[in-house]
């Protein structure tokens, strides 16, 4: 946490109410997301108990399992569930825009430019917390490799038809969601927690309801109190007033409320299937009973997860979010053509050259990140100035110089006045962003005296001997310097999965096609 | 105490609090409800009951596939146990110190048997803070060349070999504790062992304990070997630092009691909020937002360490890199007072008042292009 983020937190103790860590919206929100509050049944891996899922916040669709531990209620939650997600993940698929892209000829060997389709928008999907984000990458790894009737006959319990397919969409989005600045797959918590400063620490952080009340404590309440009573309130029968985001759910709702409530479907249950006379009633009766109290404990989650969206949407944009968003739409289009093109879902464990891939493409991104959010907000940037990564001035003088070349260029003289005391040693190259959005760069030419710097420009003021009208600053200018790239590049290509080397286990075994499914036992749950 | 909880007092040493009401077996989650601060503890009963199933199921077969799992992944080339080849000892006894004794005693005679031994829920003592506390492992083999292994059982699951790290952390430190408390035997076991074959066989506890847990979605076992040679020296040292609990308790207030004095229901609480308050204030905590996680008396500490306006309550790391301040209001009126910009000397306070103006600066100015 940085000095600047402290003192933010520590405003927000003296307020009583969230302080802004930022000053736009660094991250793509949707104008149509996709809401996913989940619910998990304690103790049980990827056993869910019910869901709110939606895009209309005041018709969420509620999804219950009434016996957790049973397959076949199991599968028809799921199959609903990909009933509600599938149509609202395709309705982005067909609307396209062609981008140029340059690919290696098969034949030639040279890289020829071609058209490909692009995907105008992406769904994006939200859900309230952290854990909800990781449950839905369990979801994913527990559907795709499924087998249905259809692909398998023999299979012993076979998913309903479009389970393993909404599998490899859950999968695709939990492993986007580890990209840094990516908004195919957001929480909450991390959204708002990137924006507001609390007057709690992180880890209390993860919980929404309390971050929530910091960031709009009502009337009349300081937020460590509106957050004390999010977090432990209880009324007079032992119940949460404000149930868990989720997926895990309070224990005293499970073992008052909710386990009774089971056992008296599974009785219900056993008579309709003993025949007793009325059984069907009491049934739907304790069916009925079941989603209530599911819906009890997701609706208040749903409600703040929207709540924050608000808030969100009430920050401007920041500028180079939709240069991000458009790479998630790349990967979005990426998965659709991999899906179309019927390729097999994603491996349990990557390969050693995707596995490198996508840590250096994350590196990459994570640099891109922290450029971008410094240089669309001037608060993300007061942090990098404080760290002496970058300064910000005035320019007192400018003197022309030129390069002891065969054809001299432009090299000004410029010299900032700041009060920053930016970490530079030797001719460190400098960049900052001018009027027309370009990259001018620039390297440290000494310091003239204490807090005043000078930089010879370096590019960015065109081809002749003389610098284009406008690309060099004038005295009273104000401006701020970097010491970082503003469009960092990764590393190297890595070679094909064929040509992997021993030191990483050679190229991938061939034979190795297509996943076993997971084992499953009589009854796979305890 | 169990080793979950000596786990957290052994990440938290410095809090003289835990440590005196763990050290006399005081029900923090009681003291928290009578103090009107209590957390959200507790277990669901599905996990509960899932956790117990999944023992059961993994524990049926008298340790044969717990032995198996073991030699599969150490592939130390050992010969593999024999069906019918895993020696399950009765380890019944009457109360801790008894079962702790018969524990004892059936690791010297597996030891010297030089076969494979499944311990079931056997007993070890570790000294804590000058009073011993009762240890209860899921299991313990003893391996025919006279090591054990420390075999802990969780029902997370374990998804294409691996599992949440935070649980895996947790579970090994838990591991440390109880590998920690074996060693002591250890050392008896080879002090009184009479070497029999006339060759010397060091008894060792081994520092990979196996981490058995469901595999994927299923209820079938899977295991991992964890090393917890990084937790057992954490723990080993966290514990030697824990102030002996007989000098806390003998800087404490005469006549200082946790007692809630219950009614004759035994639910009912009768001794006055404020009195337990004082009590409890008596002894100096640590609090930091760990806490939350692994102490049922945290939200009271919370409460404390914010109306004192502690640093800390922010986390853990806040306090680095404030120097000598300790208070939110100290820094505040630090970061904030208006000085001609002179140096004070105090880098964490000259750092402090950048960060404030550059703070203000960019709030001062949203959107303005302030780094052109």
């Known amino acids: 946490m940085s000095l600047i983020t402290t003192l933010a937190r520590m405003e927000a103790v003296r307020d009583g109410r969230a302080r802004p860590v930022a000053t736009v919206l660094h991250r793509h929100l949707s104008d149509r997301p996709l809401a996913f509050v989940p619910l998990t049944t304690a103790g049980e891996a990827g056993a869910p108990l019910g869901a709110l899922v939606g895009t209309d916040r005041d018709t969420p669709r509620l999804l219950v399992v009434p016996q957790p531990r049973n397959r076949d209620l199991r599968f028809a939650f799921l199959a609903d569930l990909a009933e509600e997600m599938l149509p609202y993940l395709d309705s982005y698929a067909d609307d396209v825009e062609l981008e140029e892209r340059k690919e290696t000829d098969p034949e030639t060997g040279k890289k020829v430019p071609v058209q490909v389709e692009l995907c105008a928008d992406a769904p994006q999907l939200l859900v309230p917390s952290a854990a909800g984000v990781a449950f839905v990458r369990l979801l994913g790894r527990s559907m795709r490799f499924r087998r249905t009737a259809d692909q398998d006959p023999d299979t012993p319990f076979p998913a309903p038809a479009r389970v393993p397919l909404l599998g490899r969409w859950l999968t695709h989005y939990g492993e986007r969601s580890r990209v840094p600045g990516s908004s195919l797959l957001l929480s909450l918590t991390e959204l708002l927690g990137r924006h507001w400063a609390t007057g709690q620490s992180n880890l209390e952080d993860q919980h929404l309801g309390s971050l929530l009340a910091w960031i709009d404590p009502p009337e009349g309440f300081p937020g460590a109190e509106a957050a004390l009573r999010a977090e432990s309130a209880r009324d007079a029968d032992g119940q949460l007033l404000c149930p868990p985001a989720g997926p895990a759910t309070d224990p005293a709702f499970d073992n008052k409320l909710l386990a009774p409530a089971i056992a008296r479907y599974d009785a219900a249950r056993a008579e309709v299937l003993g025949g007793v006379a009325g059984g069907e009633a009491r049934l739907r009766l304790a069916e009925n009973e079941l989603r209530e109290l599911i819906a009890s404990q997701l609706r208040p989650t749903w409600d703040a997860l929207w709540h924050g969206v608000d808030r969100l949407r009430g920050l401007p944009r920041g500028e180079r979010v939709a240069e991000r968003w458009k790479r998630d739409r790349w990967s979005f289009t990426g998965h659709r053509d991999r899906v179309r093109a019927g390729e097999p879902p994603q491996p349990k464990r990557d390969d050693a050259v995707t596995a490198a891939q996508k840590l250096s493409a994350r590196e990459t991104a994570q640099a891109q990140l922290e450029a971008q959010e410094a240089l669309d907000d001037p608060l993300v940037m007061a942090g990098r100035r404080l760290a002496g990564e970058a300064f910000a001035g005035e320019v007192t003088e400018v003197e022309m110089a030129w390069s002891e070349a065969k054809v001299p260029r432009p090299r000004p003289l410029v010299t900032v006045r700041t009060e920053d005391r930016p970490h530079l040693e030797g001719e460190v190259k400098l960049y900052r962003v001018m009027a027309d959005g370009r990259t001018q760069t620039g390297e440290f030419a000494g310091a003239q005296a204490p807090g005043a710097l000078v930089v010879r420009l370096t590019g960015g003021m065109g081809r002749g001997k003389t610098p284009e009208p406008g690309s060099v600053p004038e005295p009273g200018d104000r401006m701020c310097w970097t010491l970082f790239e503003h469009a960092p590049r990764g590393g190297p290509e890595l070679p094909d999965a064929e040509s992997t080397p021993w030191t990483h286990g050679g190229p991938p075994d061939a034979v190795a096609l297509g996943p076993d499914p997971d084992p499953v036992t009589e009854e796979d749950y305890l | ?372």
Not at chain 2, 106 to 116: C, I
Not at chain 2, 118 to 131: E, F, T, W, Y
């Open chain 2, 1 to 372: 105490m169990d080793a979950r909880a000596l786990a957290a007092l052994a990440a938290n040493p410095g809090c003289r609090r835990r440590a005196l009401l763990d050290g006399a077996g005081v029900d923090k989650g009681a003291l928290a409800r009578a103090l009107g601060a209590s957390a959200n503890f507790g277990q669901s009963q599905f996990a509960h009951q899932r956790g117990n199933s999944f023992e059961a199921r993994v524990k049926a077969d008298r340790g044969e596939t717990l032995t198996r799992l073991l030699h599969e992944r150490l592939r130390d080339g050992s010969p593999a146990p024999e069906p019918g080849g895993v020696d399950t000892p009765d380890l019944t006894a009457v109360g801790p110190q008894g079962r702790t004794a018969r524990t004892a005693l059936a690791l010297r005679e597996a030891t010297a048997a030089g076969r494979w031994a499944l311990l079931d829920h056997p007993m070890v003592s570790l000294d804590v803070a000058g009073s011993p506390a009762f240890l209860e492992p899921d299991a313990v083999v003893v391996h025919p060349d006279g090591s054990w292994s420390v075999i802990e059982i969780k029902s997370f699951p374990m998804v294409d070999g691996s599992a949440d790290p935070a649980k895996v952390g947790a579970a090994a430190r838990q591991a440390a504790v109880y590998a920690l408390a074996l060693e002591r035997v250890a050392a008896r076991v080879g002090e009184l062992k009479p070497d029999s074959v006339g060759e010397a066989r060091a008894v060792r506890v081994r520092h990979q304990v196996l981490l058995v847990c469901p595999k994927d979605f299923s209820n079938l076992p899977t295991a991992e070997l964890v090393d917890v040679r990084k937790q057992l020296s954490v723990t080993r040292r966290q514990l030697a630092r824990l102030t002996r609990i007989e000098d806390i308790a003998a800087a404490l207030p005469e006549g200082t009691t946790f007692d809630l004095r219950l009614a004759d229901d035994g639910r009912t609480v009768t001794r006055p909020a404020e009195e337990l308050t004082a009590a409890v204030d008596a002894v100096d905590a640590a609090y930091a937002p760990e806490c939350l996680a692994a102490c049922e008396l945290a939200v009271h500490c919370r409460a404390r360490s914010r109306a004192t306006g502690a640093v800390e309550s922010l986390g853990r790391g806040v306090r680095g890199e404030l120097g000598g301040l300790t208070t939110v209001e100290s820094v505040l009126a630090a970061a904030l007072e208006r000085t001609g910009g002179e140096p004070t000397g105090d880098p964490a306070v000259d750092a402090l008042r950048r960060a404030a103006a550059l703070r203000a600066e960019a709030l001062a100015a949203p959107g303005a292009v302030a780094c052109r």
